[in-house]
């Protein structure tokens, strides 16, 4: 079941039906945790944060503000980040959330990660960097404009462009990917059109 979506780092990223056929894999206890990486598009140690700082997550605004320690990257150089449209569902996600064991260590999550892959016929397998590569590749080929994945995502546009310049879906795998961002609060309008 290769379909090599890969981005130059040789990370998997996954299309909609992978990403759906993927979570069915995963244990219910564990699956908040992906889930919410993917829609968040954290790195996983700010994940790892989130959790034992749940009042970065602004109910009322439906926002997540992570503080400039949220990453403690030596190159970060936002003083905070926030990741914003999120969806309407996302209060309950995030309660199922912290309702989870902690997210586990990141050599822990890599082996389940595998394990769950190897179920699911995810081949390369998904690794604690895919959920966050998956939602900006999405993002990116939807037409979401630059600028606003950068500051979501918390990086320069230099290295978006190095991982991404490559990508490439075909209509059905737009159309998904266009549907499930709508969904998530992401996207705001169509942009792909039926003819």
Excluded at 109 to 124: C, H, M, T
């Amino acid at each position: 079941m290769d379909n090599g979506l890969v981005t130059s780092d040789g990370t998997k990223f996954l299309t909609v039906a992978e990403y759906d056929r993927f979570v069915n894999f995963i244990p219910m206890k564990f699956r908040p945790i992906f889930e919410i990486n993917t829609i968040t598009g954290l790195r996983y140690v700010e994940l790892q944060r989130l959790y034992d700082h749940e009042e970065w997550y602004y109910t009322e605004r439906n926002q997540i503000i992570l503080p400039k320690g949220a990453q403690r990257k030596v190159k970060q150089k936002l003083v905070k980040r926030t990741i914003d449209k999120l969806p309407a569902t996302f209060p309950y996600l995030f309660k199922a959330f912290l309702e989870c064991k902690k997210p586990p260590a990141r050599n822990t999550w890599f082996e389940d990660l595998e394990r769950w892959s190897g179920k699911a016929g995810i081949i390369p397998k998904v690794n604690p960097k895919t959920p966050r590569k998956t939602i900006e590749s999405w993002m990116l080929k939807a037409g979401i404009p630059e600028i606003e994945i950068y500051s979501r995502q918390g990086h320069d546009p230099i290295t978006s462009l190095r991982h991404y310049q490559s990508l490439s879906f075909i209509d059905y795998e737009m159309r998904d990917i266009e549907k499930r961002l709508i969904e998530w609060g992401i996207l705001r309008g169509k942009i792909w059109t039926t003819q």
